[in-house]
């Protein structure tokens, strides 16, 4: 056998030695873990390493059909930290024909094109926008393959080639389809068990789901999350409620888990509201609460914390049986722990509960947890170390729902342990609203109320300027970021700043003007800079992302666009 041909054949044992080595690595990968996203991207920053340049995985969303893309993955960290950003429009805008993933996702068929050339481009681009992207990746080859398992299809997934590796073949695309059926049978599993875990999470929080008192200077946020081990049932709780003139806040945490442990939790949950009747000073409470424990269960025990809110004299009364201290923010600044804890709840017949007394002079926050919220892949005093890291920063004041912002920018999709989370919001509501984006009717209201709330303030804002601003970051949320979204005013060194925070995906970079001044994407943010004396974008790892925008002065205005980026920072969470 000639030379060249013992090359070619050694060349392509070697591409099929690295075909089934990534097969074998994705099973790997594809059974360890029932976090979808997890999963999907660690199996395309593998691709990314051996088979291809660019990885897409593109899942249909269940509500409205419509293609997003779940993961990206690219051979440049700083490409890849902005494709979902930039994928999911092109996605979506089909001006000139039907996206090629949106093709397969809809057939059930592979699409493969073997080498780019300009006929191939302008055939293949779905858009202008597509086109773009197409010749700033630099494409070369490419396969789309179904994701799809038990006769449905759950999406797409993409492998790019650019100019500067060999083009697909038709070994690649089998080896591809083969990695769409075990990643289909993934999505399968992994929806199965979010329908299996959503049935434990609702019963629990209809254990939970009391209405919370209504109250001008208070505001109350709780959130109830399952562990992701498959328990099915948690002896976690919450609860809030009046008596008389005060406010009972309380969280606690049976040890154990299934049935019997939340059995338990709602019998304690009951017990405390009981125990108020009776008296209203929380060491009290807790004696009573340690009794009834020991009556019905002799060998369980409980962490609790009680607190008992003080409107009229502006205190919180608290006693902790064992429980994780809460947190109090006071004012911008950082937050402390409320000291003081005594033996857990069950653990000795005549234990010494002490009411203690906290002066809520100044207080902005307070956050009930349970562990499950600072033992997350840490030691209990890193995570602590962690949730205050949080709460320290004032941008914690300014989203929709404080306790949702900490359980997702703390835990993300990792949660090993049940967790109840329960926030007091302090201070008027006044300069602060919260709506869904695809609510158009509230986002017009709201304007009127913004633009209400900016004319009263005594410095002279640039009222023009300013309702553009609101109306290009509400745009951008509606485009990007759909779901909640909160806004907020506030008065800081002279200046008034304009606080908005999303739920979506999460970007980062400065704005800029696009390279394609046509462009609807980044034109918005680069407005905003424009006419802004200020703005800080940063991005919230497993949140969102959090703009603070200082609104112009009219007579401050910047006089020149050229400095919008020199006066626009991004920051990552």
């Known amino acids: 056998m ?47 390493e051996s088979f291809a340049d660019l990885c897409l995985f593109d899942l249909l969303d269940e509500s409205s059909g419509k293609l997003y893309v779940s993961v990206g993955a690219h051979r440049d960290p700083e490409i890849e930290s902005s494709l979902k950003a930039l994928v999911t429009p092109l996605l979506q805008g089909e001006s000139r024909g039907i996206h090629p993933a949106r093709r397969v996702a809809q057939s059930g068929r592979s699409y493969f094109v073997p080498t780019f050339d300009e006929r191939t481009i302008m055939e293949h681009a779905a858009s202008d926008e597509h086109e773009h992207f197409i010749r700033t990746m630099g494409y ?127 019998q304690i949950r009951q017990w405390v509201r009981l125990a108020s009747v009776v008296s209203r000073d929380p060491g009290e409470m807790m004696r009573l609460l340690n009794r009834a424990m020991l009556l019905e269960r002799k060998n369980s025990l409980a962490t609790a914390f009680i607190g008992v809110l003080d409107t009229k004299r502006n205190a919180l009364f608290y006693v902790s049986a064992g429980h994780p201290p809460p947190f109090l923010k006071r004012g911008l600044r950082g937050s402390a722990l409320l000291p003081g804890s005594d033996v857990p709840l069950g653990a000795t017949d005549e234990p010494e509960y ?15 947890y349970t562990d499950g919220l600072t033992e997350i892949d840490r030691t209990p005093l890193d995570g602590e170390a962690a949730v205050a890291a949080l709460i320290d920063d004032d941008m914690v004041l300014h989203a929709a729902n404080a306790a949702r912002f900490l359980e997702r920018a703390t835990a993300g999709k990792h949660v090993r342990d049940d967790m109840a989370i329960l926030t007091v919001r302090f201070g008027m509501s006044s300069g602060e609203w919260r709506f869904d984006v695809g609510d158009s009717g509230a986002a017009y209201a709201i304007k009127r109320e913004f633009l209400h709330a900016i004319a009263e303030t005594a410095v002279d804002l640039d009222v023009a300027a300013c309702e553009l601003i609101f109306g290009e970051l509400i745009g951008n949320a509606v485009r990007y970021a759909p779901g909640p979204l909160s806004l907020s005013l506030s008065l800081e060194s002279g200046g008034v700043l304009l606080h908005v925070m999303d739920e979506g995906p999460g970007f980062e970079r400065p704005p800029a003007l696009p390279s394609d001044v046509w462009s609807e994407s980044g034109r918005g943010l680069f407005l905003v800079a424009a006419l802004s004396e ?24 910047p006089a020149q666009q050229g400095s919008a980026r020199g006066r626009a920072t991004a920051a990552v969470g």
């Not at 200020?534 to 205005?557: F, H, N, Q, S």
């Open 2 to 48: 000639s030379s060249p041909s013992i090359r070619s054949t050694r060349a392509a044992s070697e591409k099929t030695q690295k075909r089934l080595a990534l097969l074998v690595r994705a099973g790997e990968l594809f059974h360890q873990s029932l976090d979808l996203e997890e999963t999907l991207s660690n199996v395309a920053r593998m691709a990314v």
């Open 140 to 266: 070369r080859s490419k396969i789309v393959v179904p994701v799809a398992a038990q006769s449905e299809i759950f999406g797409a997934l993409t492998f790019v080639r650019t100019v500067e590796g060999e083009p697909f073949d038709p070994e690649d695309v089998q080896a591809a389809e083969e990695l769409g059926r075990r990643a289909g049978l993934a999505v399968a599993n992994a929806k199965q068990y979010l329908r299996e875990q959503h049935v434990a999470d609702t019963l629990q929080r209809a254990f939970l789901s009391d209405e919370p008192p209504r109250c001008e200077t208070l505001r109350f946020h709780a959130l109830y999350r399952g562990a992701q081990d498959g328990s099915a049932l948690g002896g976690d709780w919450y609860d809030v409620f009046e008596t008389g003139d005060s406010i009972v806040v309380t969280v606690g945490d049976v040890t154990g888990k299934g049935l019997d442990a939340a059995r338990l939790m709602v």
């Open 354 to 368: 002490a009411t203690r007394r906290v002066a809520l002079d100044g207080a902005t926050l307070l956050v009930l």
């Open 534 to 557: 200020d703005v800080m974008i940063r991005r919230l790892p497993g949140y969102g992302t959090y703009v603070k925008v200082r609104l112009p002065r009219a007579a401050a205005r």
